[in-house]
């Protein structure tokens, strides 16, 4: 029994010894801690003291870039003819076309001519210099990509207005209206051409009249060709046209394709929420033409100030073989 006992003793004596020594060995303080020299022992250590879990967490696999074609910004022209299929919104949905705008504007010489015959009750009721114009329109799909095929069909709008808002002596008469309903079939495109990128070319049908009737009465058809290009915040849209001719006796503006031309030049540029535009057209065979700039700058997030100057031939409809020099200020609506 006393051997046991002994032996007892012993093996406690033991143990003992074997958990001071272990306790000393392993650091319990912060201080003991900073003593360590080797990096992973230290920080071993130091989460020790803390109490944090040191169990190793698996690393979560770094998430791969993205790559597909829905990670890579579309340009404004894909975005504005749904030319790519990130950018498709599906059919009859209301999308801008045109710029919508209202300028007040002053015109250096406004064309009298066509509404004399008209001034009977005040023949001193002339056109006033300064009027109020406004461009509002929209487009919609109305088919995409028909039997596989790699072309939308649209339907557009726009409408120009010109109100003699301050024009008292008239009754502050609309001056004019324009309404311009066309079809547009267009197709994309991606092609290096001359240092820009072919975005679209797109055939359309348009119709534009004025609702005037007898002597005021204007309107023409017209088959067009409009290519769509593109570098970075410059794009041109480059624009050819047929005018589909009437009857002699319908006709009320047989020579409107000597003044306005056979086709147009859009250009536009944005720099810093500003953009400058040029639209020009001319006939050579007849040295008539017309030059429009135009320069939006940032007001609010959906508006912008707008300068629009016009100097030309076909400022509105019935003004078509009348030379004017347009100046406007007002404000342009952004999407």
Not at 23 to 37: E, G, R, Y
Request: contains cysteine; hydrophobic residues 35%; aromatic residues 12%.
């Amino acid at each position: 029994m006393k051997n046991k006992r002994a032996a007892a003793g012993v093996l406690t004596g033991l143990l003992a010894a074997a958990f001071n020594a272990t306790a000393q060995a392993i650091p319990s303080t912060v201080d003991a801690c900073k003593a360590l020299d080797v990096d992973m022992e230290r920080l071993a250590c130091y989460d020790r003291v803390s109490g944090r879990n040191t169990t190793p967490e698996t690393p979560a696999a770094p998430t791969p870039p993205e790559t597909s074609a829905t990670s890579v910004p579309a340009s404004r022209m894909s975005e504005h003819w749904e030319l790519d299929p990130a950018s498709k919104k599906g059919t009859f949905n209301f999308r801008p076309h045109r710029e919508n705008y209202m300028v007040a504007t002053y015109n250096h010489h406004p064309h009298e001519e066509p509404y004399r015959p008209f001034r009977q009750i005040d023949p001193n009721a002339d056109l006033a210099h300064g009027e109020l114009a406004f461009q509002l329109g929209f487009k919609l799909k109305v088919a995409e990509n028909p039997g596989n095929l790699p072309v939308d069909l649209w339907f557009g709008y726009t409408q120009r207005s010109f109100w003699q808002a301050g024009n008292r002596e008239a009754s502050s008469p609309f001056r004019e209206s324009n309404y311009e309903p066309e079809l547009m079939a267009v197709v994309p495109a991606n092609l290096d051409l001359l240092g820009l990128k072919l975005r679209f070319v797109n055939l359309g049908l348009v119709h534009q009249s004025n609702g005037g009737g007898s002597t005021l009465s204007r309107s023409w058809n017209r088959a067009y060709l409009q290519a769509g290009l593109e570098r970075g915040d410059f794009q041109l849209l480059a624009r050819v046209w047929k005018r589909i001719n009437e009857d002699r006796e319908e006709d009320d503006n047989p020579r409107i394709a000597d003044y306005m031309g056979h086709g147009d030049l859009l250009g536009s540029y944005r720099w810093h929420g500003h953009e400058f535009s040029l639209l020009t057209r001319y006939n050579f065979n007849t040295d008539k033409g017309a030059a429009q700039v135009g320069w939006a700058f940032p007001l609010t997030s959906r508006l912008k100030g707008y300068v629009q100057y016009f100097s030309g031939y076909g400022y509105s409809l019935i003004d078509y073989d009348a030379y004017q020099r347009v100046l406007g200020l007002g404000v342009l609506v952004t999407y």
